[in-house]
């Protein structure tokens, strides 16, 4: 017998909200793609069309997550689900709190980076092409190179974080067998 069949719980009442589900995968595929892209632009020339083509859509994409981001913490601080732990020990629960906010900070932390990082370098860039991102601060351009370093340094944190993240989450479907990650899953007919 299926364990919500002896409560009155509807099975999709434990899923999240189709926001916060949107933004969460919004999140991933956006953080995916910036750090691949940051790594094949790498491998080309420099001044090359692809490569400044790359570097143009890591910043557009890099904008949109700090807005996904934003709207994120609001919903989540407003509005978002909240849900109760899955069936998991209370060591497991506060160890995955650590690890969601940590993945807030960083991503929080790294975009601020790319702001400043790319104001240092004192070039214009424009948002997929529509508009240009005013300077709002002046940043020394001494510092490009410490920004980048950091930012660097924070997307691999990221990266790995957000790794065993997917790892604990398919820990928890495949070993486990609770509904941890079919809470973040959009529902199917």
């Not at 009442?13 to 189709?18: E, H, M, N």
Request: charged share 15%; hydrophobic share 55%.
């Amino acid at each position: 017998m299926p364990a919500n069949a002896l409560t009155s719980e509807h099975p999709l009442s434990r899923r999240y909200d189709k926001l916060t589900i949107l933004l969460h995968w919004a999140t991933a595929l956006i953080v995916i793609f910036l750090f691949a892209s940051s790594q094949i632009w790498e491998q080309l020339e420099r001044g090359t069309p692809l490569r400044k083509g790359l570097q143009s859509l890591h910043i557009s994409f890099g904008i949109t997550l700090a807005a996904i981001i934003i709207i994120r913490l609001i919903w989540r601080a407003t509005a978002g689900r909240k849900l109760p732990p899955a069936d998991a020990s209370t060591f497991m629960h506060i160890i995955a709190k650590l690890a969601h906010w940590a993945l807030y900070l960083l991503l929080i932390m790294q975009v601020t980076l790319g702001f400043l990082f790319r104001w240092a370098q004192g070039e214009p860039f424009m948002f997929f092409g529509l508009f240009p991102v005013p300077d709002i601060f002046s940043v020394d351009p001494l510092l490009r190179r410490t920004f980048g370093m950091l930012h660097f340094y924070t997307a691999w944190t990221i990266i790995i974080l957000a790794g065993l993240h997917a790892c604990a989450a398919l820990f928890h479907h495949y070993i486990l067998r609770d509904d941890t990650l079919k809470r973040m899953m959009p529902p199917t007919r």
